[in-house]
């Protein structure tokens, strides 16, 4: 069975941190590419980063550059995304999902699996 659990979310203030866990299970890890997205209430899913199956090259969206940090650890099956000076507008349910990168560089085109989500809310 194909699991990808995400964890790490919670309640912080303005400026504070938050580092999530993405725990994956069932599926040959090394050969994925995973990605964070969040979804705030009424708003569409945004697309924040992604590291690649290969080199671990990471990407970001331009508002988390300099403050997040995502990283990939694969003998735990594990990705984090590290978050600094959070916002109030950052406000959203998290997810990780991965996607086959077949041996490039690049973030995955497409997502086959998808986790169920962690809550980040940034108080003002």
């Known amino acids: 069975e194909v699991r990808l659990v995400e964890s790490g979310g919670g309640l912080v203030q303005a400026g504070g941190s938050l580092r999530l866990s993405c725990a994956a299970s069932?599926?040959?890890?090394?050969?994925?590419?995973i990605g964070w997205f969040r979804q705030a209430p009424g708003k569409e899913r945004e697309w924040i980063s992604c590291?690649?199956?290969?080199?671990?090259?990471?990407y970001y969206v331009d508002s988390a550059k300099g403050r997040f940090t995502i990283s990939r650890d694969n003998a735990k099956n594990t990705v984090f995304l590290q978050m600094n000076s959070l916002k109030p507008d950052e406000t959203a349910g998290y997810y990780c999902?991965?996607?086959?990168?077949?041996?490039?560089?690049?973030?995955?085109?497409?997502?086959?699996?998808w986790g169920q989500g962690t809550q980040v809310t940034v108080s003002a």
């Open positions: 999902a991965a996607g086959r990168t077949w041996y490039t560089s690049n973030c995955p085109g497409g997502y086959d699996y």
């Open positions: 590291i690649s199956s290969t080199n671990g090259r990471t």
């Open positions: 069932g599926f040959t890890f090394v050969d994925y590419g």
